[in-house]
């Protein structure tokens, strides 16, 4: 089983400290001795399997467009030394069948928690046309925004099952690709912490949706369109710092 190094033992000294301070420690030392089930969902394309792949390889190599999940795939990880199984979900629209599957079986056990990964449209696809993606070597605002309603399309599958507290502990939307459009970055959050894609969570609302950037690699759109510029090695660093920590605070307060 994987383990993920120094920024994992970083987050978990901060989350004790966290646990101390607000009085769930006794709870958080409960939650860490049991294996953790986090299912991992979110469109083709918008980086789950390289996002799980980052948890425990600080460059991890990049996925070919051509290779993508297309089966259920449960990942054992460890995080600060605690288990975790993280059920990776094909994304394509014609593997629907084989998602819902993978979310009714899981909802016979004990789910920790949702890590919904999505990109803010910047899904790279082998089923997308690039002519259609990309103009004057400029992505094309009306293909991102069609992504954007294929993220909160998904959501509609999973969030009348998932979408309470009495069936998942916890969710997080890992906003990944965060080099691309890290110059909107004031208008990402909003898409998601307030904006349509937040309204569009309608039931999961309840589980109060964490948002955190995120970048597993550096790499150009379709290896085409370049990258914002803005997003540097220590925002990367950061923002797996700040995941690791999320991840084990939310099994802690649960």
Known sequence: MPEVGVSAAVAAI?????????????????????????????????????????????????????????????????????????????????????????????MKNDIAGVINV??????????????????????????????????????????????????????ITVVAKADLWWGQRNQVRKHYESGAYYEALGPAKELNPVVLEYCSVFQKFYGEVRMSGEFQDRDRDRARADILREILAAIGRK
Do not use: C
């Open 118 to 171: 999505v990109s803010y449209g910047y899904h790279e696809s082998r089923a997308v046309n690039r002519k259609g993606a990309i103009a004057n070597g400029r992505v094309d605002k009306s293909f991102l925004e069609r992504q954007r309603q294929q993220e909160m399309r998904q959501l509609h599958e999973w969030t009348p099952l998932l979408g309470a507290k009495e069936t998942t502990g916890w969710l």
């Open 14 to 106: 901060e989350l004790v400290q966290l646990a101390h301070k607000q009085g769930w420690f006794d709870r958080l030392i409960t939650a860490l001795r049991k294996k953790h089930r986090v299912l991992v969902l979110g469109p083709t394309g918008t980086g789950k399997t390289l996002f799980l792949k980052s948890l425990t390889e600080a460059v991890p190599e990049a996925i070919d467009l051509m290779s993508r999940t297309e089966f259920v795939d449960a990942k054992h990880i460890r995080i600060s030394k605690q288990p975790f199984v993280f059920i990776d979900t094909p994304g394509q629209t014609l593997h629907r069948s084989r998602r819902i599957q993978a979310i009714r079986e899981e």
